[in-house]
């Protein structure tokens, strides 16, 4: 199937307990794109850069088989800017700013190349510009995928219920499932969430898993236990773009392919921690991704007698 990935291209500096980053290449568009050209190729983007934007980067996810047709240039304006700093625990951050520069007044271009889509991944974006994209796709994709982060939920919050309303998945973190649905469970969360219009709903629990709901069924993928976390920034789009790019080269969108495609996005997202940016998840091999699938695999394999 045939894959369409929109959202931010960015700079991002970024604080850990293991050290500090200028300016680094990041973005939402970014690493979904490119986790998710290790499953379906070409994965095209739409998102939008400034005249600073590093070209380099740019040829480096062409060479992932990403098509950039549909990111455009502003020239004379800068890319978003996002910075944020981790606590001890790794699993929680702050934003310390948010530039959102080109992404201000962002309107999206749909290529005619692009038109024919079959699973789009909204990525993190105002929900107004997801929504847009949505309306500019001539037929309805057969699966569309939305992350979002509480930044929308504190400004747009309406906006971003509607652009809820017109997805099938909805991938968020656990802190930003409760702030949406003002619920602590997180299973009253879902059903409150998915009363929105999303059948399926996607809880990130960063190293504690994720929850992937439908109706009233559930199923759970564990983190890979890592020594060292160093970087957590795009791991939740990471997750999103093989999740969908699984969702892509396998053609199903049942809830029992929905199971696998979560533990491959966990399981790319496990390397892109691995690294600051994005400098893991650029140049993997498939023989160390399948070796990481099946540590998940055996991770929760067990055998019972009743
Ligand atoms: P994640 O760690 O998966 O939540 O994603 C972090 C990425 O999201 C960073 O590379 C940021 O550039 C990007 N980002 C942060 N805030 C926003 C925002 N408000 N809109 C779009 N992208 C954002």
């Known amino acids: 199937m045939s894959l369409l990935v929109v959202g931010s291209m960015a ?17 939402a568009a970014t690493y979904a794109a490119l986790s998710a050209s290790y499953f379906v190729n070409p994965v095209n983007v739409v998102s939008v850069v400034g005249g600073d934007f590093d070209q380099e980067h740019i040829r480096l996810m062409h060479q992932r088989g990403i098509d950039t047709e549909g990111v455009q240039v502003k020239e004379n304006e800068k890319s978003f800017f996002w910075s944020g700093r981790y606590f001890n625990d790794m699993n929680s951050r702050e ?13 999206p271009v749909v290529p005619e190349s692009y038109q024919n889509c079959e699973i789009l991944m909204l990525g993190n974006l105002a929900p107004q510009v997801q ?17 979002t ?9 309406e906006e971003l219920k509607q652009t809820i309303g017109l997805v099938d998945v909805l991938s968020i973190n656990d802190e930003e499932a409760r702030q949406l649905s003002g ?21 990130k629990k960063g ?14 993928a564990p983190a890979l236990p890592l020594e060292e976390v160093f970087d957590p920034t795009g791991a939740g789009d ?25 533990i491959n996005g966990s399981a790319l997202a496990s390397f892109c921690v691995e690294k600051f940016g994005t400098e893991r998840i650029i140049n993997l091999s498939s023989s160390e991704i399948e070796a990481r699938v099946q540590q998940f695999v055996n991770l929760v394999a067990f055998d019972t007698v009743l």
């Open 11 to 27: 700079f991002d500096a970024l604080e850990t307990p293991f050290g500090k980053t200028d300016k680094i290449i990041g973005g």
């Open 95 to 107: 934003t310390l700013v948010t530039e959102l520069n080109v992404l201000a007044d962002f309107d």
């Open 131 to 147: 929504r847009t994209v949505i309306e500019r796709l001539n037929k309805r994709p057969k699966l569309i995928i939305m992350d």
């Open 149 to 157: 982060m509480n930044f929308w939920m504190d400004i747009a919050l």
């Open 183 to 203: 619920e602590y469970s997180l299973v009253k969360a879902a059903k409150k969430i998915m009363a929105l219009g999303s059948k399926f709903l996607i809880i």
């Open 207 to 220: 190293e504690h898993g994720a929850l992937l709901f439908n109706e009233e069924k559930v199923f759970f």
């Open 238 to 262: 990471t997750f999103a773009g093989g999740f969908a790019g699984y969702l892509a080269r396998t053609g199903d969108v049942s809830f029992d392919n929905m199971k696998r495609a979560v």
